[in-house]
């Protein structure tokens, strides 16, 4: 099943709930793609972009890439693509003071997001969320989704800020250039763990993708992030551990299988360490 609904001002919203598509596209429009349900692998170039229910990714307006999705249950997927003017108006007016808006005073066009995965929670997610819920609805009153489309917009903004400007900001590098080039690489060394975390993957194999030496990937990772590259898969692993005990009805072991762990026990204690609870108890609280 797949629904599309187009705004008089070119905004756009997809919902699709499918087993099996495949697709190639330039994007015509500033795309956000979010997966509630299942996963969803895009291309961009030579870089893979796996979204889970915990990421999102963005893709700029001319972009090309390629979407694919397998599996034996629905993948339950959702995106939003804002019209370029409705994108360049947001940021005017988010980048101007009221003065200079009254003053009629512009800043240039919205720049190039990175494309990447970001993190899909918090006021994101709720908005997201309450958006969906009114498609779902069968919601027609263009005002109302616009207005959940802003705020969509705005809560992206305040991610770029912490995701990107920020770190940038954390690098004990002296030029600008320099340290965005070095969180472009942590971002690939990123997209390649969250990507990859059912797998066996060294520090060696994320240095490469990120094409940086392992020490460099060591000290620089835990600047920009506050945490090291296996501190972070851990994290990606029982964050995705948490949706497969709240969505499937999958025993404990081949959850643990799914998510790139060989040991049963050692899992359990990690769970319980972090989260306060058993992996089961948990999921018995998700039911109830």
Do not use: W
């Amino acid at each position: 099943m797949k629904l599309v609904k187009e705004l008089s001002n070119k905004n756009k919203i997809v919902v699709e709930n499918t087993c099996e598509a495949a697709y190639s596209q330039e994007n015509a429009a500033c795309t956000l793609k979010f997966v509630f349900k299942g996963s969803e692998e895009c291309s961009l170039g030579k870089r893979k972009l796996s979204i889970y229910p915990d990421t999102f990714a963005i893709f700029n307006e001319g972009s090309s890439f390629t979407s694919r999705i397998e599996s034996i249950t629905p993948v339950n997927t959702f995106s939003i693509s804002f019209s370029q003017k409705f994108v360049n108006d947001f940021h005017q007016n988010f980048c101007n003071s009221p003065e200079q808006l009254l003053d009629g005073k512009n800043v240039p066009a919205a720049p190039l997001f990175l494309e990447s995965l970001y993190p899909f929670a918090g006021d994101m997610r709720f908005n997201v969320l309450h958006l969906k819920n009114k498609i779902d609805n069968g919601q027609v009153d263009e005002m109302l989704i616009n207005e959940y489309m802003h705020h969509c917009l705005l809560n992206y903004y305040k991610i770029y800020q912490k995701e990107y400007v920020e770190k940038i900001d954390q690098l004990s590098f002296s030029k600008t250039k320099t340290r965005e080039e070095i969180l472009r690489r942590l971002t690939l060394a990123k997209e390649f763990i969250s990507s990859n975390y059912n797998q066996k993957i060294t520090l060696e194999d994320i240095a490469n993708q990120a094409c940086l030496s392992v020490n460099h990937l060591l000290r620089t990772f835990k600047e920009a992030y506050q945490q090291s590259p296996y501190q972070f898969l851990m994290q990606v692993r029982l964050t995705r551990a948490k949706n497969l005990l709240q969505t499937t009805a999958y025993p404990l072991h081949e959850i643990v299988s799914l998510i790139g762990f060989e040991c049963t026990s050692s899992f359990i204690r990690l769970f319980k360490t972090t989260y306060h609870v058993t992996p089961l108890k948990f999921r018995k609280s998700s039911l109830n």
